[in-house]
């Protein structure tokens, strides 16, 4: 276990900096999404008439889909949705995988690591821990800005860090998919730049046609929302619904992660490590 | 302690190593030389288990190489000869990280090669280090780690004259500890001064094998110059155990074995102006593989 600690420890040295970066980007951005929501709940308020409130609500279900509950907390969640917090979020779990065994060959710093007495399954699963315990920074960084903007933004009806847990679920769930196909990459590779590419190209053509699928005005294409690792991420609903929905969303996701991940520790475990030169 | 046999890696259809079949001994210092792509480099990987061989076998201390790397790895302390260090951790925190990766035993004796051998400055943080200061840290860790086997890469690539002496003392000084050395390198009169025996590859092959005790004791070179061409021997006697490896005009460059006290006597009965007697050195042995006028065709059959 000494070894293991000694990994994951040199692991989160080298990336305390991109945490603390991406953990107080979370933070803030987690902290802006209540504060829209305490402007946004006063200005409804404020309007009375029937056609105001019904195009209030129609905007709210465009950001955050059927499931809409017109809750504070919905409301919140919906910005979770948006691919700002989305890319702020998935950089991580990508990052992490393409840096875990491409990135390290090809800085060549892998033969130092490797020519020690450590097994190829102790170094990745070491990269792996890292990766989760960033991954819940971040989960904690997004709960704190949350709960920490609500008493300087009160809403109406503040979701509790409890009320949090289903749809953070969903989402570390979606992270751990991105690094599952993004390690996979990392596993057979040489260069770091490749699998980052795959890991942001697979995540973003996903994102791009899970909107597309929505889009009312496009029925035909919907068929394309179940190519899309967006389909099994629904913030709002784990949120007013969780259960079984947010279960079957969660099995998929980390269905693809433990693919990936598993199919990494074979590629890993029986490929060649060239040396980077 | 480390053997191989028929030994083979091949990248598509390229061989980066052909056949290896080598014994290196307990306790011994072994020399691989051969210029870039000779297979030198790869023939280290195999033996850490870094990559898979295509064919053949290589084992330590009775392990193999590739299906029991994790056995071999804790008996062998390795220092790669394209060096990348993390540039984030100072010197010392590169020599524990390293040492913990081993069980954390050996980080004292490290720091101290490292500090007051090598003269390592083990604050500062290695992204300010020279390239030859890196190599004197991994140095450090790689002469300190309580194994039997070091595999060294290279490992004077990046070093000035003096501290290439240190290396060399310290390479002498595991041997004293009956520790087995692999000594990859370039520069002929270091692995000279130190290896007991050298491996000469060319093209991922093994060309020769050269027990250096015996090369020192036995072979030795005379150069002559006879009275003329006529006067320059056809042939030499067999028990002199003298042969030419050069002949230019009424210079002959020779090889001899025997007795230095029959070779005088020979030379007294030969039509000689001049006569020099010399040691030999690595690098005519080296030259006869891969010197200026070496073809492939030469060794195709090899």
């Not at chain 2, 004796?109 to 400055?121: F, H, P, Q, S, T």
């Not at chain 2, 004259?161 to 003392?169: I, W």
Request: charged fraction near 20%; proline fraction near 4%.
């Amino acid at each position: 276990m000494g070894v293991f600690f000694a990994l994951v420890r040199k692991q989160l040295g080298e990336t305390r900096w991109p945490l603390v970066v991406l953990a107080a980007s979370l933070f803030a951005m987690s902290w802006l999404t209540v504060f829209v929501t305490c402007r946004m709940e006063r200005r409804f308020k404020k309007e009375t008439d029937v056609a105001a409130v019904m195009r209030n609500r129609a905007f709210l279900r465009g950001m955050g889909g059927g499931s809409m509950d017109y809750s504070s907390g919905s409301i919140e969640l919906a910005f979770w949705n948006h691919p700002f917090l989305i890319i702020a979020i998935v950089i991580w779990p990508i990052g992490r995988a393409s840096a875990a065994i491409a990135g390290e060959i090809e800085r060549g710093t892998i033969d130092l690591v490797l020519s020690r007495p450590i097994s190829r399954t102790t170094y990745l699963g070491s990269q792996i821990a890292v990766m989760l315990i960033g991954l819940l920074i971040l989960a904690l960084a997004l709960v704190a800005g949350n709960l920490a903007s609500t008493i300087y933004n009160p809403v109406e009806k503040p979701p509790g860090a409890f009320q949090l847990i289903d749809p953070l679920a969903n989402l570390i769930a979606l992270c751990l998919c991105c690094y599952g196909f993004t390690v996979f990459v990392s596993a057979i590779d040489i260069v770091r730049w490749r699998a980052n590419l795959f890991g942001a190209f697979v995540t973003l053509a996903s994102y791009v046609i899970h909107v597309v699928a929505n889009i009312p005005s496009l029925e035909n294409v919907k068929f394309l929302d179940h190519f899309s690792i967006f389909k099994a991420y629904d913030p709002v609903g784990a949120f007013a619904e969780g259960g079984p929905k947010l279960a079957f969303n969660v099995e998929i996701l980390l269905a693809i992660a433990a693919v990936g991940i598993v199919a990494s520790f074979v590629a890993f475990r029986y490929r060649d490590v060239p040396s980077n030169s | 302690m480390i053997s191989t046999e028929r030994l083979t890696k091949r990248y598509g259809a390229n061989h980066a190593l052909r056949d290896l079949t080598l014994e290196v001994r307990p306790g011994e210092v072994f020399g691989l030389l051969g210029p870039n792509g000779s297979g030198k480099t790869t023939t280290i990987r195999l033996l850490l288990g870094m990559i898979k061989p295509t064919s053949g076998k290589a084992s330590v201390a009775g392990r193999d190489c590739w299906k029991e790397s994790l056995a071999v790895r804790e008996r062998v302390s390795y220092l790669p000869g394209e060096l990348r260090l993390y540039g984030h951790m100072t010197g010392y925190a590169f020599l524990k990280f390293l040492s913990d990766l081993r069980g954390g035993a050996s980080i004292d004796r490290a720091a101290a090669i490292a500090d007051r051998v090598l003269k390592v400055e083990l604050t500062r943080k290695i992204r300010t280090f020279s390239t030859g200061m890196k190599q004197k840290l991994a140095l450090s860790q790689a002469f300190a780690d309580p194994v039997d086997i070091l595999i060294l890469d290279e490992p004077t690539s990046a070093l000035d004259p003096s501290a290439r002496d240190v290396v060399l003392d310290l390479v002498k000084a595991a041997r004293a500890d009956r520790q087995t050395v692999v000594f990859s390198g370039h520069v002929l009169p270091e692995v000279e001064a130190v290896a007991d025996r050298v491996a000469i590859m060319r093209k991922g092959r093994l060309m020769h094998l050269e027990d250096m005790h015996e090369r020192r004791s036995n072979l030795r070179l005379v150069l002559v110059r006879f009275a003329g061409l006529e006067a320059v021997p056809r042939d030499y006697p067999e028990h002199l155990e003298l042969a030419p490896r050069d002949l230019n005009g009424e210079v002959a460059l020779l090889e001899h074995r025997g007795s230095p006290v029959e070779l005088f006597a020979w030379l007294a009965d030969q039509r000689v102006v001049d006569v020099a007697i010399g040691t030999d050195d690595l690098k005519s042995l080296y030259d006869r593989f891969h010197g200026p006028n070496v073809t492939d065709d030469e060794f195709e059959d090899q």
